[in-house]
């Protein structure tokens, strides 16, 4: 199996989780939106972004769905498959909605943006992420306060996935320091090796 990657946010959680779960991948380092590559790479990924799982010649993309996938490899139940499946289901979809939607625009003008571009980002769409990442972080601080994880008692994909721009915080300017509850699950995260270095000997 190969698992195609950028250095960039939903890969790493990709290749978190493969680290995580020791799947038995090779990483394949890819240039997605490379002119010279944009458009071979839609063979393996009709949207032209990473990651891709490959396997036995067919394709999975959707970091979500290649996640589900390596953890049933696993026999893992970091991708939850029974009574806390919702719950899992619930943080995922939320995330993807609220906290790493708003999370997107501090992420991308202040990480992404600078390696190509020498203008300012735009001052508005940073204001807006912020202002919505505030109001969403509430909830999750809030939620974290007597928990030690999202689901159950252990670890599942919903930390990873609620927690996929947190490894930027710092130069993505997200306040994680005003959310105590989440900077503590933050840093619980960070102590697993998988998800501190995913790109470690890449
Ligand atoms: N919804 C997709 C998003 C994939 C995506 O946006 N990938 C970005 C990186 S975060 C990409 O491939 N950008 C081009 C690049 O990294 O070179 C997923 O969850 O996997």
Redesign the pocket.
């Known amino acids: 199996m190969k698992l195609y990657y950028?250095k960039?946010?939903?890969?790493r959680v990709a290749l978190a989780a493969a680290r995580y779960l020791k799947s038995p991948v090779e990483f394949v380092a890819c240039?997605?939106?490379h002119p010279a590559h944009k458009e071979a790479f839609k063979a393996l990924n009709p949207n032209a972004?990473?990651?891709v799982l490959e396997e036995n010649g067919k394709t999975l993309?959707?970091?979500?769905a290649i996640v589900c996938r390596l953890s049933a490899i696993a026999k893992s139940d970091f991708w939850r498959v029974g009574d806390e499946q919702p719950d899992m289901i619930r943080w995922i979809s939320w995330a993807t909605h609220h906290l790493n939607r708003a999370a997107d625009p501090l992420y991308f003008f202040r990480v992404v943006w600078p390696t190509f571009m020498s203008e300012a980002p735009p001052q508005e769409k940073l204001d807006e992420g912020l202002h919505n990442f505030v109001q969403h972080a509430v909830v999750l601080n809030d939620y974290l306060a007597d928990r030690k994880w999202l689901v159950g008692g252990q670890l599942s994909y919903a930390d990873f996935r609620a927690a996929s721009a947190l490894p930027f915080a710092a130069q993505a300017q997200i306040p994680l320091a005003d959310f105590p509850n989440m900077q503590r699950w933050h840093n619980q995260l960070m102590e697993l090796k998988a998800w501190r270095t995913p790109f470690a000997g890449l």
């Not at 960039?8 to 890969?11: A, D, I, Y």
């Not at 993309?61 to 979500?64: G, I, P, Q």
């Open positions: 950028t960039n946010l939903n890969p240039s997605p939106q972004r990473a990651p993309w959707e970091t979500d």
